[in-house]
């Protein structure tokens, strides 16, 4: 059983895993990255312009940084209890997906 | 009417565009509304792409396409990643349509030798018609998704994932079809 400490570490690694994504997709292609990590151009104007070191200490936290995208337990009942082949499923899900809107802060 | 005289960086532009376009199928009628090339130039240009002649004829053009089952699925995926696209970058017109179309390709990845369900030509058609008010959006009652529907669509919508009809999906593939003709045969 994995105890607290792994889970801290494998925090860190995933949010650092994420960042250095998220950073390659936003400077292979600016807009299908805005698509990919339904997040706003101005989000991904600055997690562009991050450095190592910065993406290091935003990553070096003790909470996720990321988290899921379904927020509603009945959408993932559906997309996960049909007996749909796979493309199809992959279908819903990238609809459910992509029809969620984007949180602007303001 | 003598088309202006066009700027070599824009020509450039527009060569780029278009040879992006037919590498994805477009078909000649897209190209001359969407490029500003002559249809000469770009009839050249096809040939040089794609090693064929255009294809003739009439576009695609028919309204209950989009709304029988598979296709329905995967027009309104490529609708939602373009609409993403159109709220949230710069990108408009043929170039929305083109990276969304590109996105789609993505999630519905097709075997080597096979058509996508959607070709970029029959996307850009569903655009013009959703712009037309022919075809429209409505939420399914179930998942919450937005689907493509006729206008006039019943207000208690459940979508063909949620609710696919009893054969969808259980077609036998165009290429095994051949092979049991083959065999037939």
């Given at each position: 059983?994995?105890?607290?400490?792994?889970?801290?570490?494998?925090?860190?690694?995933?949010?650092?895993?994420?960042?250095?994504?998220?950073?390659?997709?936003?400077?292979?292609?600016?807009?299908?990255?805005?698509?990919?990590?339904?997040?706003?151009?101005?989000?991904?104007?600055?997690?562009?312009?991050?450095?190592?070191?910065?993406?290091?200490?935003?990553?070096?936290?003790?909470?996720?940084?990321?988290?899921?995208?379904?927020?509603?337990?009945?959408?993932?009942?559906?997309?996960?209890?049909?007996?749909?082949?796979?493309?199809?499923?992959n279908a819903h899900s990238s609809i459910l997906l992509a029809n969620q809107v984007i949180r602007d802060i303001c | 009417m003598a088309r202006k005289q066009q700027s070599i960086l824009d020509e450039l532009k527009d060569i780029q565009l278009a040879s992006e376009l037919i590498k994805y199928g477009a078909r000649l009628q897209l190209l001359e509304l969407e490029v500003g090339l002559s249809r000469d130039r770009l009839i050249k240009l096809y040939r040089e792409v794609r090693d064929e002649s255009p294809t003739k004829g009439m576009l695609p053009f028919s309204i209950d396409w989009f709304l029988t089952w598979q296709p329905n699925i995967h027009s309104t995926l490529f609708y939602v990643i373009y609409q993403k696209l159109r709220t949230h970058t710069e990108l408009t017109g043929i170039e929305a349509n083109i990276k969304a179309y590109k996105l789609y390709l993505e999630h519905m990845p097709i075997d080597p030798?096979?058509?996508?369900?959607?070709?970029?030509?029959?996307?850009?058609?569903?655009?013009?018609?959703?712009?037309?008010?022919?075809?429209?959006?409505?939420?399914?009652?179930?998942?919450?998704?937005?689907?493509?529907?006729?206008?006039?669509?019943?207000?208690?919508?459940v979508c063909g994932l949620c609710h696919p009809p009893s054969r969808a999906g259980k077609k036998v593939p165009t290429k095994k079809m051949k092979t049991i003709e083959l065999i037939l045969d």
């Amino acid at each position: 059983m994995r105890n607290t400490d792994q889970f801290l570490a494998d925090i860190r690694d995933l949010n650092l895993n994420y960042l250095i994504l998220a950073q390659g997709m936003i400077r292979s292609d600016m807009d299908m990255a805005i698509y990919r990590l339904n997040i706003s151009k101005d989000l991904a104007t600055t997690l562009n312009n991050l450095s190592a070191p910065q993406m290091l200490k935003l990553a070096s936290t003790h909470s996720l940084i990321a988290s899921l995208r379904f927020e509603d337990p009945a959408i993932i009942d559906i997309l996960t209890h049909d007996k749909k082949t796979k493309s199809t499923s992959n279908a819903h899900s990238s609809i459910l997906l992509a029809n969620q809107v984007i949180r602007d802060i303001c | 009417m003598a088309r202006k005289q066009q700027s070599i960086l824009d020509e450039l532009k527009d060569i780029q565009l278009a040879s992006e376009l037919i590498k994805y199928g477009a078909r000649l009628q897209l190209l001359e509304l969407e490029v500003g090339l002559s249809r000469d130039r770009l009839i050249k240009l096809y040939r040089e792409v794609r090693d064929e002649s255009p294809t003739k004829g009439m576009l695609p053009f028919s309204i209950d396409w989009f709304l029988t089952w598979q296709p329905n699925i995967h027009s309104t995926l490529f609708y939602v990643i373009y609409q993403k696209l159109r709220t949230h970058t710069e990108l408009t017109g043929i170039e929305a349509n083109i990276k969304a179309y590109k996105l789609y390709l993505e999630h519905m990845p097709i075997d080597p030798g096979e058509e996508p369900v959607l070709s970029l030509t029959r996307s850009w058609i569903l655009l013009r018609f959703i712009n037309r008010h022919m075809l429209g959006v409505t939420d399914c009652q179930q998942c919450g998704g937005e689907f493509i529907v006729l206008p006039y669509a019943k207000l208690k919508f459940v979508c063909g994932l949620c609710h696919p009809p009893s054969r969808a999906g259980k077609k036998v593939p165009t290429k095994k079809m051949k092979t049991i003709e083959l065999i037939l045969d």
